[in-house]
């Protein structure tokens, strides 16, 4: 099976660190985080080609894996000249997509099993497979709730509640019909595109994954959490 990683984004709410590097090409510990992705799509022993979609700063990235052959895998590219959102830059990599694959957004950290996930996506002849994770946090005001009357009453006040749910956490099986949904050359995100899915009766498989099992690098402060990890890890030098 081949997989995706989408790793053609401006990286915008992590400059200035982004401005001469891209997103997944900041250290994590002793590697970039791209890096970390590749191993552990290795590791699932599934996948037996990484396609890359890059766009901003797009050398750095080739000319670190290069064809992959000094990580023990097949590696191609597939470049755009713009931002194209998360769908859109899959759209990108079509050609090289025949069957079933994977696909990562290339600014996360994944720890669980993905060749359970694949061989739940195949047993259950899924269209669209989407890791999730359960995520809470508190709202950042205080809600108010009204009665259903035309004086529209105050009936409670609910300090800084907080909510809870499952998260996308940007890794998919897809099956390669997928692709036909997507519009070319444009800007289309992933959950534009999932949702014409749903829309259209095509079923969509969820894969709960274990608390502690994905790590996003969205912002610095995220990226700051994850390095001192990392760091952590190496021991002492």
Partial sequence: MKAVILAGGLGTRLQPYTFFIPKPMLP???????????????????????VICV??????????????????????????????????????????????????????????????????????????????????????YGFIELD?????????????????????????VFEPEFLKIIPSSVSFGMDEAVRSCIKNKKKVNSYIVKDGSFMDIGDKKSYLEAYKQYVKRLGKI
């Fill in 148 to 172: 259903g009357s035309e004086k529209k009453l105050v009936t409670d006040w609910k300090e800084k509640p907080e909510i809870s749910g499952l998260i996308n956490i940007g890794c998919y």
């Fill in 28 to 50: 994590l510990g002793n590697k970039p985080l791209l890096e970390y992705l590749v191993e552990w799509l290795i590791k699932s022993k599934k996948i037996d080609q990484i």
């Fill in 55 to 140: 766009s901003y700063l797009h050398r750095s990235i080739e000319d670190y894996f290069e064809d992959g052959s000094r990580f023990g895998i097949e590696i191609k590219y597939s470049r755009s000249d713009r931002p194209l959102a998360t769908a859109g830059q899959l759209k990108t990599a079509a050609n090289h997509l025949e069957d079933s694959f994977v696909c990562l957004y290339g600014d996360s950290i994944y720890e669980f099993p993905l060749n359970e996930m694949i061989e739940n996506h195949i047993k259950d002849k899924a269209f669209i497979s989407m890791a999730l994770t359960r995520y809470k946090t508190n709202l950042k």
